[in-house]
């Protein structure tokens, strides 16, 4: 009797370490991790997000402590986050471009002590606003645009002055990376990178991310729909990134992350730029709960979920699982 075998057997590739290690198509490393950081008020300060365990608010000379131990791990970068407190915050959002503000300060501790860690901050009103909004609004409530460019390049600014290596717009008004990338450009911070934040969707899943910095709550209108992408689009989010680009950002981002994988996938094959993404906080909170449960195995899921974003064309990943992720890689390799 003649016996039919297969002319491929895929497991043969699989049955040791050495040949999955020899094939594998993508690989997660230290350098692909930023890892977002809150900032806080006073000194030796230090306080829990209940809805993100394990992530602290930091004030400014822990924040410098922290970064000392995340150079160490190989960690290249982080992204800054202020936790403004409620007195700085006003209708105009001043304090966003205060060059003694908490962001700008942190940032010159953190780049005159330890200044090969790369600093990313956050260019958005969204922590300065009474409304909670990301930038200046009308008496409906309506975001304005070209008015609260005009901020943001305030603000920019303030931040390549402090230091900052790479600007990261997040607010999603239209022509804003054009309009700070000039005005960087006026004022001599010709090598200051802009990380824009270019398919930002209107996502349920910064609930934990607006607890953490104290903007929860208290946003006018409950949502950010009239100016962050609707979930529901995809080739939105090229046009955005292509704009983004042609007005001079270096590198571009999608958020969230794990939902949104398809969309790091068509960004990196069709504008073929430096792609990050940000697995928000509430990806992280609902991997920590199941964590906590016992439902998920943290170590191997952790690795997993990061390694996705590699797979589907990210070249860095914003993870509130950075540092334990750092430290998972220097003992699993
Ligand atoms: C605000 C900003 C947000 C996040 C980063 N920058 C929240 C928002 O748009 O409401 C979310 C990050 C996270 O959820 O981890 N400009």
Request: aromatic content about 8%; charged content about 25%.
């Amino acid at each position: 009797m003649h016996e039919q075998f297969p002319n491929s057997r895929l497991r043969r590739l699989r049955k040791h370490d050495f040949t999955r290690n020899l094939v594998a198509e993508n690989r997660l490393s230290v350098n692909d991790l930023i890892y977002p950081m809150f900032v806080l008020e006073g000194e030796n300060q230090k306080e829990m997000v209940p809805s993100m365990p394990g992530v602290e608010r930091l004030s400014i000379d822990l924040l410098v402590k922290e970064a000392h131990l995340l150079v160490e791990l190989g960690i290249p970068a982080i992204a800054l986050f202020p936790v403004t407190p409620a007195t700085a915050k006003s209708l105009h959002a001043e304090e966003a471009y205060n060059p003694q503000g908490l962001a700008q300060r942190a940032v010159r501790a953190l780049k005159k002590a330890v200044p090969e860690l790369g600093v990313i901050t956050d260019v958005a009103l969204d922590p300065f606003t009474s409304h909670g909004q990301d930038g200046l609004i009308d008496e409906s409530g309506y975001v304005l645009n070209d008015e609260t460019i005009e901020v943001l390049i305030k603000q920019a600014l303030s931040h390549a002055e402090a230091g900052a290596d790479i600007v990261a717009p997040s607010d999603m008004m239209d022509g804003r990376i054009g309009a700070i990338r000039q005005a960087l450009e006026h004022n001599g911070y010709i090598n200051t990178c802009i990380l824009a934040y270019s398919a930002k969707y209107a996502s349920a899943y910064y609930g934990p991310f607006r607890d953490a910095v104290g903007s929860s709550g208290n946003i006018k209108g409950g949502d950010k729909k009239s100016y962050q992408m609707d979930p529901a689009n995809s080739d939105e989010a090229i046009r955005e990134i292509a704009l983004d680009l042609q007005e001079g950002a270096d590198m571009v981002m999608v958020k969230p992350g794990m939902p949104y994988l398809d969309i790091v996938r068509r960004c990196k094959e069709e504008c073929k730029v430096p792609t990050f993404a940000y697995q928000v906080s509430g990806e992280y909170a609902m991997h920590k709960a199941a964590f906590a449960n016992g439902w998920l195995n943290e170590e191997q899921v952790i690795l997993e979920s990061l390694l996705a974003f590699k797979r589907a064309g990210a070249d860095g990943i914003l993870t509130y699982f950075a540092k334990q992720a750092a430290q998972l890689l220097d003992t699993k390799g």
